[in-house]
């Protein structure tokens, strides 16, 4: 896992020229993750994102750890002049964390979030399962065009083939259609 505020230089990540907050709101698995110190070993790892108020989201993070579903509640705020591909994002007060879109899908199916100095990154999908040729090009994009190590990151368990998991979660539409190939 990587140092929140190590001291390397790097380049500024490249963000997406443009991200239509309306459409990134709703469900994303989080497929591969550099993980923050709560996600280390997490498995069933979803974000659900609601706009409050223009450019004021609610972030609801539930992902299984131990054993146990667990929940980190968060709050984002899109940043002007990037064209909705920065944000801030709190996941405990008074901390407000970089949060910049460097891969998005033109139709919002996959997304890639950054941070700044590459201790952290989160590759997501609105499905639990991604096609493995998109999957592998952005394992090589965030090597080759953002600078980063994956040493440390790990493909999250995403196999919601426990119907009754999945139905606890609230997530058996998104999961249905995936389930018998989830534990890829």
Not at 31 to 52: D, L, M, Q, R, W
Not at 114 to 123: D, L, T
Request: charged share 25%; aromatic share 12%; hydrophobic share 35%.
């Amino acid at each position: 896992m990587g140092n929140a505020f190590g001291n390397k230089k790097h380049d500024a990540l490249t963000l997406v020229p443009e991200c239509n907050t309306s459409k990134f709101m709703g469900t994303w698995f989080v497929i591969h993750v550099k993980p923050t110190i709560f996600e280390v070993g997490a498995s069933h790892a979803v974000e659900k994102y609601s706009e409050k108020s223009p450019g004021c989201i609610d972030i609801d993070f539930q992902y299984r750890s131990g054993g146990k579903d667990k929940s980190l509640p968060q709050k984002g705020w899109v940043q002007p002049r990037h064209n909705g591909a920065l944000w801030k994002v709190s996941p405990l007060w008074p901390i407000k964390m970089p949060y910049s879109i460097i891969g998005l899908a033109s139709d919002y199916s996959h997304c890639v979030i950054g941070y700044p100095n590459r201790a952290y990154f989160w590759v997501m999908a609105r499905n639990p399962i991604m096609d493995e040729s998109t999957y592998q090009q952005i394992l090589r994009d965030l090597k080759e065009k953002h600078g980063y190590d994956l040493e440390g990151s790990f493909k999250v368990n995403q196999d919601w083939s426990d119907r009754e998991y999945a139905l606890k979660r609230g997530l058996v539409e998104e999961t249905e259609s995936h389930s018998s190939s989830a534990s890829q």
